[in-house]
């Protein structure tokens, strides 16, 4: 094996794993940012709701 065709390979799997790990950022804010809406709607719902349990039933 030639040095010009280890320095191609050796590039390609160094774009390939970037690109892996610029999806998994990008999968992960995504994530992030959906938790973080989540987050906000159940906090908006009502504030009691939960808290109080009839017992008497």
């Known amino acids: 094996m030639d040095i010009a065709s280890a320095s191609i ?3 390609q799997v160094l774009l390939s794993q970037n690109v892996s790990l610029a999806v998994t950022k990008l999968a992960l804010n995504s994530v992030q940012q959906s938790g973080a809406q989540l987050i906000e709607t ?3 719902s009502d504030p009691n709701l939960g808290n109080i349990i009839d ?3």
């Open 9 to 11: 390979g050796y590039s």
């Open 42 to 44: 159940l906090q908006a």
């Open 55 to 57: 017992l008497k039933a």
